[in-house]
């Protein structure tokens, strides 16, 4: 009798504790966040050149679960040749842009 009681109880205690992790809000007006971060972050950012690989989708990161969303970019060096298209990914927190990845610096992102 003692034993299933104890097994019920532990249950109900480990399920209790465990967090249930909600996905992010979508984000909106992606694309602009992301061009806009570009303005920001490039040399030449009028020059930039995106593809977009994936509308945004979910994906499990250290932040729970969040929105992510792949592209390429070409964009000009400091010499003003352009580099090639490069794959990124960008992480929204909150509906709002966090973070971009770049494959070639942060292969374990992708």
Same mark, same amino acid.
């Given at each position: 009798?003692?034993?299933? @009681? @104890?097994?019920?109880? /532990?249950?109900? =205690?480990?399920?209790?504790?465990?967090?249930?992790? %909600?996905? %992010?809000?979508?984000? %909106?007006?992606?694309? %602009?966040?992301?061009?806009?971060?570009?303005?920001? $972050? @490039?040399?030449?950012?009028?020059?930039?050149?995106?593809?977009?690989? /994936?509308?945004?989708?979910?994906? $499990? /990161?250290?932040?729970?679960?969040?929105?992510?969303?792949?592209? =390429?970019?070409?964009?000009?060096?400091? =010499?003003?040749?352009?580099?090639?298209?490069?794959?990124?990914?960008?992480? =929204?927190?909150?509906?709002?842009?966090?973070?971009?990845?770049?494959? $070639? $610096?942060?292969?374990?992102?992708?």
């Amino acid at each position: 009798m003692k034993v299933p @009681l @104890l097994f019920a109880l /532990s249950a109900l =205690f480990f399920t209790s504790c465990a967090q249930v992790t %909600q996905p %992010q809000p979508a984000p %909106q007006n992606w694309k %602009q966040q992301i061009i806009n971060r570009g303005f920001s $972050e @490039l040399k030449d950012p009028d020059s930039a050149q995106y593809r977009w690989a /994936s509308d945004p989708y979910l994906k $499990e /990161s250290g932040l729970g679960m969040t929105y992510h969303a792949d592209y =390429f970019l070409n964009a000009k060096n400091a =010499f003003g040749g352009y580099t090639g298209y490069k794959e990124r990914r960008a992480m =929204f927190v909150n509906g709002t842009l966090k973070y971009i990845y770049n494959r $070639e $610096e942060n292969p374990l992102f992708f």
